[in-house]
C-alpha cells in the first residue's frame, strides 16, 4: 500500500511538472529585415498571438534602431511580423530561437503602389495614364555618368541605344518613335536626327535635357546633360511618363514625354552614415586587324603592279611613293600600331558619402557628397563630376510641410581633338600608315598629335536650389507651392599648338551663363457630391529662362606658352545676346470617382502662352481626358481567384511645345557685314527669311490600356496600344535663287507614330521564402509614317545626309543605290541597243567611266543606262521597329545577383566603316594616298570579292585603283553596306553579398555589401560591324563614332 501511494505521488509531481514547463515562457529574439536589399528595419511591429489568434498586447513589442526584437512567449504563439509598405509574415514558435532572420518583402499591389502623376502623388488605381516606374534598388549596381544607360530595355516604349561611348557624354532615346524628322550636321561632315529627349522633373523641379547644336555648347562638350549632375546613390525611384494625358500638364516642355525622378530621403532615427566606392576597369572594344610593316607595303606594291596601265607605269608610281621604294629610310620603315597608341584601358573610381536621418516625425534630413571621375578609352579625353546634394524637410503638424532641396555640382569634361558625339581626328589618326613612325613633336601626324597635344577644358558649374511647401488652408483646401532656381555657368577654352597650325598657335574660348526661375502654386480640395468623389485642382506655373554667351578664336599667338601677349588676330568670334524666354500657364486638374474607386475620370487643361511664340500661337491649349475601370472591383470579379488586380483605361491628349527661336520668327541681323553699297549699314541675314506665321509642334494622342495582377501578385502584366500624331513639325525649305533669302522655316510638316507596348513581371516563388526571383520583360512595337510635307509635296530628299521623307513612308528612308552583285565578266555589263555603248557611271564619259568584269551590279532604274543619282530608290528604315529587354533579379539571404539585357529588332543600318577599309585601297599611289589619315589597310582576304580568279564574288574588285574614284564601287551609298542592325545585349551583370552583421559589429558598422559588376557585356548580333548598336541615331556605322568600352567594378558600401 505504501509503494502504491509513492508511485501516486511521484506521478503527479511528474504531471504538474510537465505541464508547468509546457506554460513557461519561451524566450525569441532576432532582427528583421527587407528582403529587397538585406537592409534592417528599425520601428518594425512584432505581435503576439495565441492558440485562438487573439493578440497578446503585453508580449507584443517593436524592433529596435537596428531592426532587433526581443520577447518571450509561450509555445504555439505566433509572432506577427509588419512594416509599412511590406507584407506582413507570421511565425509560429515552438522552440527558443536568439537567431531569428525575419526578411519581409515589399508589398506589391498593382492597385496599392503610388506614383506622381499631374503634379500629385496618387494611387495607381487612379491612374488613368501610362507610367512606368523603376525602382533604384531594381538596377544594375555599376556607376555611370548618367543614370539614363541603366533604364535600357526595362521600360517599354524608352528606346535608348547607347551609341555614344564619350566619358558623360549622351545616349541616344526617345519616347514611342520618332518625333522629329529634321536632319542637322554633327560637326564632323556626318549627319544625325535632331533630339527630341523628354523633360525631365528632379524633386518636382523641370530640367530641360541638352538639345542645341552650337560650336560653343553641345558638340565642344561644354553643355553636359542635368541627368549627369546626379550621383546613381541618391536616385530613389525614376517614373516615366509616356502619353499626352500624363505629360499634358506639364506644357509645352512634355511634349515628349516626362520622366520623374525623386531623390532620397532620410528615414532612419538615428543618424546613418553611408560611404560607398566603385573602382572601375574600363576596357576599349574589340579593334580592328591592321597589315603592318612589310605586309602593308608587299600588298601596295602588288596592287599597283597588278593594276596599273603597264608594268613600266606601275613602277614609276612605285619610286614617287618614298613609302614604298625606299624601304630602307627609318621613317618609313616602321611597325606602328596605331590603333594602341590612340586607345587605352583606364581605371576609375567613384566615391560617394551622405549623412541622413529621421529623429521623428516632424523632421528629415540628408547631406549627399559626391565624386566621379571616368577617363576615356580615347586617350586625352575624360569626364570629372564634384557634387553636393542636400535635402531638409520639416513638417511641425499635420497643416504645414516644407521641403528644401539644394544642390551644388561642378563638371570638368575634355574631349580632346573631337567633340560630344565623335572623334573623327582620332578615326583619321588610327587609319595611318603603319610604315609611319610613332608619335612625335617632329615625325607624327597632324591627327595623331592633335589628341594628345591639344588641351582641351570644358568647365560646368551648377548651382540648384528648390522648396515645396504644403499648407492646409480652412475648409480643407490644401495648398502646395515649389520654388526653384538653377543658376549655370559654363566655361570652353581649347588650345591648338603652332605645329598643328601652320605655326600659328590658336585659342579658342566659349563662354555662358544661364538661369531659370520656377514657379508653381495649386491649391486642392476633395469634395463628395452624391456619389461622386471630387478630387479638385487648380493654380498657375511660371518659369523664366535667360541665356547669353559668346565665343571667340585667337589666331596666331606669341608661343605654345604664352597665350595672351603678341598680335593675335580673331579669326573668328560670336556673341549670343541675353535671350529671355518667360512661361505662364494655368493648371486646371480635376479627378472625379465613384466609391469603391471602380471607376475614375481624370480631365484637365493647362493653357499656356510664352514669350517667343509667333504671332500666330498667343496661348497654346493643352488638355487631356482619361478614364479608368478597376473591373476587379466589380461583383462579377470576386469569383475569379486567381486575379488581384485588374483594370481598364484609355485617354487622350495633347501637347504643344515652341521649337522655333525668336530668330526663326523675327530674324537676325548680320553683324560680320557693316557696308550695302558703300554705305554703312547692319543688314539683315538673308540665310533665313523671317515667318512670323510659325506655328508650335502639336502632339496628339490616344492609349488604351490595361494592367492585369494574378496569384497574389506574382505575375503582373500591363499591355497598351498608342496613336501619336505630331502636327506642325519645324523643318527648313529651300528657296529658289531669285529670291533675297535662301531658305525659309516652316512648320507644314506631320508625322504619326502607332503601336504596342507589353511588360510581364514574374516573381514565382513564396514571399516566405529565402529565396527571392524577379524576372521583368519588356516588348515595344512602333511603326512611324510621314502623314504630310511641306507645300503639298510627296517627297523631300536630303542628298547630304542620304535620307528621304517620303508621304505615307516610314520617317527616316534610306536613299540608296540598289545593288545586285558584281559583274562576273565584260559580256555581262548590260549594253544600250541605241547606241551600242555599255552601261556607264554619269557625269563622265571617259573610257573608264564604262562597267566592266568586277565592277559593282547597281540597278539602272530609269533604263537609261547611266547610272546617276535618278536611279536611287528609298529603301530600309533606320529607325527599330521593335525594341525591349529582360532582367532578372535573384536573391538569397545575403546574396543577391541582378541581370539586364535589352534588343533591337528589325532595324536597318549602313556600315561605313567597313567600306571605308574597302575605299581605303582605291588610292595605294602618291597624290592620291593619305598616309597619315587613310593609310592602312585591314585585312580583306576573309570577303569573297572580285578577282581574276574569282569573278563570282558578292563585293567588287577592290585594288581597280585607276577607275576607284569614277565608278566608286564602295560608295556609302547603295544597300552592299546596308545590314541587318539587330541585336540581343546583356546590358550588366551585378553581384551582391552583404557581410553578416555579427561581424561588423566590433566596427561599429551596421552594413556592409560587397559589389562585383560587368557592364556592355556581349553583344548577340549578324552585324558584320563591331557594334551594331554604336551608330547615330540615323543608322550610320562610321569610322569616327566614339566606341562603348567594356567595364569592370568592384565597390563597397557601408552604413555607419
Not at 559589389?1011 to 543608322?1035: A, D, Q
Request: proline share 5%; hydrophobic share 35%; aromatic share 12%.
Amino acid at each position: 500500500m505504501r509503494n502504491i501511494f509513492k508511485y501516486g505521488l511521484l506521478a503527479m509531481a511528474i504531471a504538474v511538472t510537465s505541464v508547468g514547463v509546457r506554460a513557461q515562457d519561451i524566450p525569441v529574439s532576432g532582427v528583421v529585415k527587407d528582403k529587397s536589399n538585406n537592409s534592417t528595419l528599425p520601428y518594425a511591429s512584432v505581435i503576439v498571438k495565441n492558440e485562438s489568434g487573439k493578440t497578446v498586447p503585453q508580449l507584443s513589442t517593436t524592433t529596435d534602431d537596428n531592426g532587433r526584437f526581443s520577447t518571450k512567449v509561450k509555445s504555439g504563439y505566433r509572432l506577427v511580423f509588419s512594416f509599412l509598405a511590406f507584407d506582413s509574415l507570421s511565425v509560429k514558435v515552438t522552440k527558443p530561437s536568439e537567431r531569428m532572420q525575419i526578411y519581409l518583402s515589399p508589398t506589391e499591389n498593382m492597385l496599392d503602389e503610388t506614383v506622381v502623376v499631374g503634379f500629385k502623388r496618387v494611387s495607381k488605381a487612379a491612374v488613368t495614364a501610362s507610367v512606368t516606374v523603376i525602382k533604384a534598388e531594381d538596377l544594375v549596381n555599376t556607376p555611370v555618368a548618367n543614370p539614363m544607360e541603366l533604364l535600357q530595355g526595362r521600360v517599354p516604349g524608352l528606346n535608348i541605344q547607347m551609341n555614344n561611348g564619350t566619358p558623360g557624354g549622351l545616349p541616344s532615346f526617345s519616347i514611342r518613335g520618332v518625333s522629329d524628322i529634321s536632319v542637322q550636321s554633327s560637326g564632323d561632315g556626318e549627319f544625325m536626327m535632331g533630339l527630341t529627349p523628354p523633360l525631365f522633373v528632379v524633386d518636382g523641379i523641370p530640367q530641360e535635357d541638352v538639345t542645341g547644336y552650337d560650336a560653343a555648347g553641345l558638340l565642344s562638350g561644354a553643355t553636359v546633360s542635368p541627368l549627369a549632375m546626379i550621383p546613381l546613390e541618391d536616385i530613389a525611384n525614376i517614373q516615366v511618363l509616356k502619353d499626352a494625358a500624363a505629360t499634358s500638364l506639364y506644357g509645352s516642355k512634355g511634349a515628349y514625354g516626362v520622366i520623374l525622378i525623386e531623390t532620397k530621403r532620410g528615414e532612419t532615427a538615428k543618424p546613418k552614415v553611408s560611404y560607398s566606392a566603385n573602382f572601375v576597369v574600363k576596357t576599349p572594344p574589340r579593334l580592328r586587324d591592321v597589315l603592318a610593316g612589310g605586309a602593308e607595303r608587299a600588298l601596295r606594291i602588288m596592287q599597283i603592279l597588278g593594276n596599273d596601265t603597264s608594268a613600266y607605269h606601275g613602277y614609276n608610281e612605285i619610286h614617287k611613293l618614298q613609302a614604298l621604294s625606299d624601304s630602307l629610310n627609318p621613317y618609313y620603315n616602321n611597325n606602328t600600331d596605331w590603333q594602341g597608341v590612340f586607345y587605352q584601358t583606364t581605371y576609375n573610381q567613384t566615391h560617394n558619402l551622405s549623412f541622413s536621418g529621421k529623429p521623428n516625425e516632424k523632421f528629415d534630413y540628408k547631406i549627399n557628397a559626391n565624386y566621379y571621375t571616368e577617363k576615356g578609352i580615347v586617350k586625352n579625353t575624360d569626364f570629372n563630376r564634384y557634387g553636393i546634394r542636400a535635402a531638409v524637410g520639416y513638417k511641425p503638424n499635420d497643416r504645414f510641410h516644407l521641403d528644401l532641396n539644394l544642390a551644388t555640382t561642378l563638371t570638368r569634361n575634355s574631349n580632346g581633338s573631337g567633340n560630344a558625339f565623335s572623334q573623327s581626328g582620332v578615326a583619321a589618326g588610327s587609319a595611318a600608315s603603319s610604315l609611319l613612325p610613332p608619335p612625335s613633336m617632329y615625325t607624327a601626324s597632324n591627327s595623331a598629335l592633335s589628341v594628345f597635344s591639344v588641351q582641351a577644358d570644358n568647365q560646368n558649374v551648377v548651382y540648384d536650389a528648390s522648396m515645396n511647401i504644403m499648407y492646409l488652408l480652412p475648409f480643407d483646401i490644401r495648398w502646395r507651392s515649389t520654388l526653384g532656381y538653377k543658376y549655370g555657368t559654363v566655361e570652353n577654352e581649347k588650345f591648338t599648338p603652332g605645329i598643328l597650325n601652320a605655326n600659328r598657335a590658336t585659342w579658342n574660348n566659349g563662354s555662358e551663363y544661364s538661369y531659370n526661375m520656377y514657379v508653381r502654386s495649386l491649391l486642392s480640395r476633395t469634395v463628395k457630391l452624391g456619389i461622386v468623389n471630387f478630387d479638385l485642382q487648380g493654380g498657375f506655373e511660371l518659369s523664366s529662362e535667360k541665356y547669353s554667351g559668346n565665343f571667340i578664336m585667337l589666331n596666331g599667338l606669341a608661343s605654345d606658352h604664352i597665350w595672351s601677349s603678341g598680335m593675335p588676330s580673331m579669326a573668328a568670334g560670336r556673341s549670343n545676346f541675353s535671350d529671355k524666354k518667360n512661361t505662364f500657364a494655368l493648371i486646371i486638374d480635376p479627378q472625379l470617382s465613384l466609391p469603391g474607386g471602380k471607376y475614375v475620370f481624370t480631365p484637365n487643361i493647362r493653357p499656356e502662352i510664352n514669350s517667343s511664340y509667333g504671332s500666330q500661337a498667343k496661348w497654346a491649349i493643352n488638355p487631356s481626358l482619361g478614364f479608368r475601370w478597376n473591373f476587379s472591383r466589380e461583383s462579377f470579379a470576386k469569383k475569379w481567384k486567381f486575379l488581384d488586380a485588374g483594370a481598364l483605361r484609355v485617354t487622350w491628349g495633347r501637347s504643344t511645345t515652341y521649337k522655333a527661336s525668336i530668330y526663326d520668327i523675327w530674324g537676325s541681323y548680320n553683324l560680320s557685314k557693316d557696308t550695302y553699297n558703300g554705305v554703312s549699314i547692319i543688314p539683315i541675314d538673308k540665310n533665313a527669311m523671317p515667318n512670323p506665321d510659325l506655328k508650335p509642334v502639336t502632339s496628339t494622342s490616344w492609349n488604351l490600356g490595361t494592367d492585369l495582377s494574378f496569384l497574389n501578385n506574382k505575375i503582373m502584366f500591363v499591355a497598351e496600344a498608342y496613336y501619336k500624331q505630331i502636327d506642325n513639325q519645324l523643318s527648313s525649305i529651300e528657296l529658289a535663287n531669285h529670291n533675297a533669302f535662301n531658305s525659309v522655316r516652316s512648320t507644314k510638316t506631320s508625322l504619326v507614330n502607332y503601336g504596342l507596348e507589353f511588360s510581364l513581371n514574374v516573381r514565382p516563388l513564396s514571399r516566405q521564402s529565402n529565396w527571392d526571383l524577379n524576372v521583368a520583360t519588356s516588348l515595344a512595337i512602333n511603326k512611324d509614317v510621314i502623314a504630310k510635307l511641306p507645300n503639298e509635296v510627296r517627297q523631300i530628299i536630303n542628298s547630304d545626309a542620304e535620307v528621304v521623307n517620303k508621304l505615307g513612308s516610314n520617317a527616316m528612308g534610306n536613299y540608296l543605290y540598289v545593288y545586285k552583285g558584281v559583274y562576273a565578266t565584260d559580256e555581262d555589263v548590260p549594253v544600250n541597243p541605241l547606241t551600242g555603248e555599255r552601261l556607264r557611271m554619269g557625269g563622265n564619259t571617259s573610257t573608264q567611266a564604262y562597267f566592266k568584269a568586277g565592277d559593282p551590279i547597281w540597278v539602272d532604274v530609269n533604263g537609261d543606262y547611266i547610272i546617276d543619282e535618278k536611279d536611287k530608290v528609298i529603301v530600309g528604315n533606320s529607325q527599330p521597329r521593335m525594341t525591349g529587354g529582360i532582367s532578372i533579379n535573384l536573391r538569397y539571404k545575403a546574396f543577391s545577383i541582378n541581370t539586364n539585357c535589352s534588343f533591337t529588332l528589325r532595324r536597318d543600318i549602313i556600315n561605313k566603316a567597313l567600306a571605308d577599309r574597302f575605299r581605303a585601297y582605291g588610292t595605294p599611289v602618291a597624290g592620291k594616298v593619305n598616309l597619315t589619315g587613310s593609310g592602312a589597310l585591314t585585312p580583306i582576304e576573309a570577303y569573297n570579292f572580285w578577282t581574276e580568279d574569282n569573278i563570282y564574288a558578292q563585293y567588287p574588285n577592290p585594288f581597280d585603283y585607276t577607275r576607284s574614284s569614277i565608278i566608286q564601287p564602295f560608295r556609302y551609298d547603295q544597300t552592299l553596306f546596308m545590314e541587318d542592325g539587330s541585336y540581343f545585349k546583356i546590358n550588366g551583370i551585378s553581384v551582391a553579398y552583404t557581410i553578416p552583421k555579427k561581424m561588423l559589429d566590433f566596427f561599429r558598422i551596421s552594413r556592409c555589401q560587397l559589389n562585383f559588376s560587368m557592364n556592355n557585356i556581349y553583344t548577340f548580333s549578324k552585324y558584320s560591324g563591331i557594334n551594331p548598336e554604336n551608330v547615330n541615331n540615323l543608322g550610320y556605322d562610321t569610322s569616327g563614332g566614339y566606341p562603348n568600352g567594356r567595364t569592370v567594378t568592384f565597390g563597397v558600401s557601408m552604413d555607419f
